[in-house]
């Protein structure tokens, strides 16, 4: 674990936002690898072009809680398709980026447009309140 960085890290007592079938546990673990990794040489074109909503996550290898809160990337992106962008970037490896967004928690997960965050939500949050806010998002676009 990063210690300098550990202070961030958002503790869960929760697994609300764990998938309660195992099998599909293992699918959306699955599809977790097809997420891509956001670092600064594709930021721009992943996060500041792309047409629609970007779903961005703020995460970390030594977050525990970061490594759950990754099946609403994939719950997401199976529920939506081509109409999001679901992408991950690590803090250790992007601290510039985490500075531009004002990070102050991990997991954090930014609803962005054209590169400009429409909402974020910290910590574990569970699919529907994710999907409650990318719906409301969509329905003012």
Excluded at 93 to 104: D, G, P, S, T, W
């Amino acid at each position: 674990m990063n210690q300098e960085l550990s202070h961030l890290c958002c503790e869960s007592t929760s697994d609300n936002y764990l998938p309660v079938d195992p099998d599909l546990a293992d699918e959306l673990m699955a599809e977790t690898d097809l997420l891509l990794e956001i670092n600064g040489d594709n930021y721009v074109e992943a996060v500041e072009e792309f047409p629609g909503v970007v779903l961005l996550e703020v995460t970390s290898d030594w977050c525990e809680t970061c490594a759950k809160a990754k099946y609403n990337l994939v719950l997401m992106r199976r529920e939506y398709g081509d109409r999001i962008n679901c992408v991950r970037m690590d803090l250790d490896e992007n601290m510039y980026i985490a500075e531009q967004l004002k990070v102050h928690r991990i997991p954090t997960l930014y609803f962005m447009k054209r590169g400009k965050v429409l909402e974020e939500m910290e910590g574990c949050v569970t699919p529907d309140e994710v999907r409650a806010a990318l719906e409301k998002i969509l329905k003012n676009e």
